[in-house]
């Protein structure tokens, strides 16, 4: 949703800062063993709303980035493999580095992270089973693959629960193009990040459209909805144009709702066995 006016980003992340240390602070000291002492997890929370908190959202819940409420997660199961996972970042994953910390901060940070894994995580409202069906009976099969079955138009579901959080699950079935990539730049061909659409008119004027696969200085290659590859040199093309803001998906907003919608979240939401 748009609006005409914006609020001062400035106050944005004080406001995210002092809603996640309220958070921090409701933790009754260390979370897990070796974790740092309620000083420390009320500090890290503070940052954690300024750096992390827009991909992992309020309390760890899960965004566009992985839920961190959990016992033990997936990248960093220990205090010094998530020391590392902050400041080094996962680049094919989209985790940027934390840059310019100090030892301290760095120490508050990872306390309130492993603070988090203490946490009970709320309940994803709907019915799994009925969601399933619902993704039969939807075709999603037909883009998506899940363990092993479907088509590749779309990216991979198999752990999508894992990778996101409910409410970007949700919005990213109701308003697709809210969800996908913007620039120019090449993207990796790994995670969900490279499903930008394309429009390509090549030199004998056939208009192919499809997701984006890989791009560098001098080629451009895409994928079209019936799964076939198109490789196009970009000086020869007469137009390409990268559809930011568009999504070859559906928008399921005025397809699914209520209850419908809910189920197909909770579906999607224990892909990756962690719910």
């Known amino acids: 949703m748009h609006t005409s006016r914006k609020p001062h980003v400035g106050l944005l992340l004080l406001l995210a ?10 933790q009754p000291g260390a979370a897990q063993s070796g974790a740092a002492p309620g000083d420390d ?18 309390g760890g819940g899960g965004g566009a980035g ?14 010094a493999s998530l020391r590392a996972v902050i400041s080094d970042g996962i680049p094919d994953r989209g985790m940027p580095r934390v840059r310019r910390t100090t030892p ?25 089973a009925k969601g399933a069906q619902l993704y039969a009976a939807q075709g999603c099969a037909g883009c998506h693959i899940v363990n092993g079955q479907g088509g590749v138009l779309g990216p991979v579901l198999s752990d999508v629960g894992r990778l996101r959080g409910a409410a970007y699950l949700r919005q990213a079935m109701v308003d697709p193009g809210a969800v ?6 090449p993207i990796p061909s790994r995670g969900y990040k490279e499903y930008l659409p394309v ?4 030199a004998d004027g056939q208009v192919v459209r499809g ?8 080629t451009i290659q895409i994928r079209d909805a019936a799964g076939r590859m198109h490789s196009f040199r970009k000086s020869e093309a007469k137009a390409i144009q990268r559809e930011e803001g568009i999504s070859l998906m ?3 907003g005025d397809r699914l709702k209520g209850e419908d919608l809910d189920d197909l979240v909770a579906y999607l939401s224990t892909l990756g066995g962690v719910r």
Request: hydrophobic share 45%; charged share 15%.
């Open 17 to 26: 800062g002092l809603l996640v240390a309220r958070s921090g602070a409701a």
């Open 41 to 58: 997890v009320r500090a890290g929370g503070v940052m954690f709303g300024q750096l992390c908190v827009t991909c992992h959202g309020f």
């Open 66 to 79: 992985p839920p961190l409420n959990r016992p033990k997660l997936l990248n960093a199961p220990d205090e």
């Open 104 to 128: 301290t901060e760095l120490r508050q940070l990872v306390a309130y992270v492993q603070s988090l894994g203490a946490t009970v995580a709320a309940p994803v409202k709907g019915n799994p």
């Open 180 to 185: 996908l990539p913007s620039g120019t730049l």
């Open 199 to 202: 429009r390509v008119v090549a």
């Open 211 to 218: 997701v984006r696969l890989n791009e560098d200085v001098f």
């Open 250 to 252: 559906p928008a399921y």
